[in-house]
């Protein structure tokens, strides 16, 4: 197995809707705003290679929508999808599994593109299956209204006009020990319905793609949820029984949201759980 990491491009978003009803006195020490209110955002995915795969987690947001859209997410640095997948020597056309964490626009937006006379869209990835999750999928195309304007028709229903959406199967518990993409899956619902979070076993570590479970490292402190989480008493949940199993199993996490960290791990203190080591993709893979 090899795996790259795939900067598919950096946005803002505000801090406050970030961190939900923690202080900014509190959140601005590790993720500081600028003087709109904003923080620093990646859209960090993972490509993973694995005998005839390559299966890549979250798409980022893409680049089909309006300026006026993009005009609220502040776009910076030089990262894109594709200059990503050139830096290790691959090109979309190769990707054979696109599998996405959920269904909102920065996480799955890069699957779709505008066709070629832009009178309608397609996939981006044309050989590849799309993978969600049953659940989550009929959440997000009957959205509620909540979180409509993070579920466009747009990036969803040309997946399944396509005839290349897939659903991943799910057993009675939270947790998939080997899904149809052979890694494991832990099924989360606090921040959206049926979100799922992966755990890759890579050289006698396990990788988790963290999503928006654990966004930055400024989020590991367990009451700093998320505005954006439909049911936030249940991210604490969810967010208490994960971050201890990341302290037990020494779980390594990469971080999908960090614009300046890319992995970490955690450790027990008295305070709770809290950030141990920082590491470079490069530094884990070692």
């Given at each position: 197995m090899k795996l790259y990491p795939i900067e598919a491009g950096n946005f803002k978003l505000d801090g406050g809707a970030m961190f939900g009803v923690v202080p900014k006195s509190l959140w601005n020490r590790t993720n500081p705003a600028d003087a709109n209110n904003m923080i620093d955002i990646a859209a960090r995915c993972l490509l993973v290679e694995e005998g005839d795969r390559l299966i890549l987690i979250?798409?980022?947001?893409?680049?089909?929508?309006?300026?006026?859209?993009?005009?609220?997410?502040?776009?910076?640095g030089d990262h894109s999808l594709d200059n990503s997948l050139?830096?290790?020597?691959?090109?979309r056309d190769d990707i054979t599994d696109v599998f996405l964490t959920h269904l909102h626009?920065?996480?799955?937006?890069?699957?779709?593109?505008?066709?070629?006379?832009?009178?309608?869209?397609?996939?981006?990835?044309?050989?590849?299956?799309?993978?969600?999750?049953?659940?989550?999928?009929?959440?997000?195309?009957?959205?509620?209204?909540?979180?409509?304007?993070?579920?466009?028709?747009?990036?969803?229903?040309?997946?399944?006009?396509?005839?290349?959406?897939?659903?991943?199967?799910?057993?009675?518990?939270?947790?998939?020990?080997k899904s149809e993409l052979d890694f494991g899956v832990l099924f989360v619902d606090g921040h959206t319905e049926k979100q799922m979070i992966p755990h890759i076993d890579y050289n006698g570590k396990t990788l988790v793609f963290a999503a928006d479970l654990l966004p930055t490292v400024g989020h590991i402190p367990l009451p700093y949820v998320m505005g954006y989480d439909t049911r936030p008493l249940l991210t604490l949940k969810e967010k208490a029984l994960f971050l201890d199993n990341a302290v037990k199993n020494n779980y390594y996490l990469f971080l999908e949201h960090d614009a300046h960290?890319?992995?970490?791990?955690?450790?027990?203190?008295?305070?709770g759980v809290r950030l141990k080591e920082i590491y470079t993709f490069a530094q884990f893979l070692e």
């Open positions: 979250d798409t980022g947001m893409g680049n089909k929508q309006s300026d006026k859209f993009f005009g609220y997410y502040y776009r910076w050139k830096k290790y020597g691959f090109h626009f920065d996480h799955c937006g890069g699957s779709i593109q505008w066709n070629k006379d832009r009178t309608g869209y397609e996939p981006a990835f044309k050989n590849a299956t799309f993978w969600t999750n049953e659940d989550h999928w009929n959440w997000a195309i009957h959205p509620n209204e909540r979180e409509k304007a993070s579920f466009l028709s747009e990036n969803l229903l040309p997946m399944q006009e396509s005839g290349q959406l897939q659903f991943v199967s799910r057993n009675n518990g939270p947790y998939v020990s960290n890319q992995v970490c791990t955690l450790q027990e203190t008295e305070k």
